[in-house]
């Protein structure tokens, strides 16, 4: 029973999510991309994709397809289908990344690789919604948690869809007037789609549970959590939905991203006041890592939250808007996501190996899977070098830039060498790494009981 909850392929998503975070984080540190290019750049949009779709959007897919059977309490739909939706979002970045390329006049042209990667993005992510709505719906009505993911799951339909409209523009596949200007004036409602409600409400709904759990807190589900997914859904229905009709009645959709804006700033101040209350409530006293470096991360997501106030009360979105999205995607979201990877794979990897002789013979707990003090250090030097990048950005300080991407991929080595050191079993005393009835795990591959 216990090897039934776990997903099969959460584990492949996580190690190719990781391996495109190293590679994004050698590439600015290699000077490619925003800022030594222009944000529109090919070569920066080459870069972000690596970042939000092959780091962090197969991140949160094989977090996902772990927890929401957790969060619902019920099976996931199928342990099939997460791989070759795996396979098909795999191909299509791949793709993507070779598109941009061309445009950047670093590869040959190959015809319809836009298109290619528009259809293999699609399938792919639909596969992973079509997977988790369905283990969803079984558990209709759901609880607040899974509430946010459902409409986590409602902004990566939309982010797509619209990364699909500008990657068939990019091909010159759109003719008709409203495709041509959502391209040309849609780039801020896929940037909100999918770093606001995919990645940032998806991560809020779940941090609810997780920190709860690994903290040993009361889950809350009072009216300021409940009034925090209503103005956060409110916020994303204004962009996703009012947005695009401005756009159609060719009108000027900054006053619908305002509104949005400010009930998005109102979701999110609820939500600092939640995690407050977690921190608060605990039963441990003595927080495990993962939690400690998950509050550094949500410092982050309130300093971004602040520049994002200061850009717009100033009218600085133009000048420091290549910083504040780097904020978000690296001192706030990968940041939770490090934190709770290096939580999540010693928790699995435990579940998987020990779990079935559990009560039967002597076993290690979950921390003796991992060595925090070792670990600690490449966090720190992780988010360290993501403050001295975002304060190069926003001064201007190109080389010094570099240099702090060149340590944030350090830290980035050091905390995936931990977490193969965690699933490989390296840290266990040897009397009780592998006692009869277990067996070694696969590195990227779970063994699920059937």
């Known amino acids: 029973m216990l090897g039934a909850t776990l997903s099969r392929w959460t584990l492949a998503y996580f190690g190719v999510g990781v391996f495109f975070l190293l590679a994004a984080e050698a590439l600015m540190a290699l000077g490619v991309g925003y800022p030594a290019s222009a944000l529109r750049a090919p070569q920066t949009l080459l870069l972000v994709h690596c970042v939000t779709v092959g780091w962090l959007s197969l991140l949160m897919c094989g977090a996902l397809f772990q927890f929401v059977p957790v969060l619902v309490a019920g099976p996931l739909y199928s342990n099939v289908l997460p791989l070759p939706a795996l396979l098909l979002i795999l191909a299509g970045l791949l793709a993507l990344l070779a598109s941009f390329l061309q445009l950047a006049g670093l590869m040959p042209m190959i015809p ?18 079509w997977t988790l709505g369905r283990t969803l719906a079984a558990a209709w009505p759901l609880n607040l948690p899974a509430r946010f993911v459902a409409i986590g799951l409602c902004s990566v339909a939309a982010a797509v869809t619209l990364g699909i409209i500008f990657t068939l523009g990019y091909g010159g596949y759109t003719r008709t007037l409203f495709l041509r200007e959502l391209q040309a004036r849609g780039l801020p409602l896929h940037i909100i789609a999918g770093l606001g409600g995919w990645l940032t409400f998806t991560a809020m709904g779940v941090s609810h549970r997780l920190l709860a759990m690994f903290m040993l807190s009361p889950e809350l589900d009072g009216a300021p959590t409940r009034w925090t997914f209503r103005l956060g859904t409110l916020a994303l229905a204004i962009v996703i939905i009012a947005g695009p009709v401005a756009i159609a009645a060719q009108g000027n959709p900054d006053l619908a991203l305002l509104i949005a804006g400010l009930i998005g700033l109102a979701c999110l101040a609820l939500y600092a006041r939640d995690v407050v209350q977690l921190y608060r409530k605990r039963v441990r006293r003595v927080i495990e890592l993962n939690s400690r470096m998950a509050g550094i991360a949500l410092a982050h997501l309130a300093a971004a939250t602040l520049l994002t106030i200061v850009c717009a009360a100033f009218d600085l979105f133009g000048r420091h808007s290549g910083a504040l999205v780097f904020l978000v995607c690296f001192g706030w979201l990968s940041g939770l996501g490090l934190a709770k990877l290096y939580k999540i794979v010693a928790f699995v990897t435990w579940l998987e190996c020990y779990g079935p002789v559990l009560g039967k013979t002597p076993t290690p707990r979950v921390q003796d899977l991992v060595v925090e003090s070792r670990a600690a250090k490449w966090f720190w030097l992780h988010f360290i070098a993501v403050d001295v990048a975002t304060l190069c950005l926003l001064l201007g300080a190109p080389l ?51």
Do not use: D
């Open 112 to 129: 319809h690789c836009f298109l290619a990667a528009g259809v293999l993005l699609g399938s792919g992510f639909a596969l992973a919604l």
């Open 400 to 450: 010094i830039f570099r240099a702090a991407a060149a340590a944030m991929l350090l830290g980035s080595v050091g905390i995936a060498l931990e977490l193969v050191r965690t699933r490989r079993l390296v840290n266990v005393k040897a009397a009780l790494r592998l006692p009869a009835g277990t067996r070694q795990p696969r590195l990227l591959f779970t063994f699920v009981a059937s």
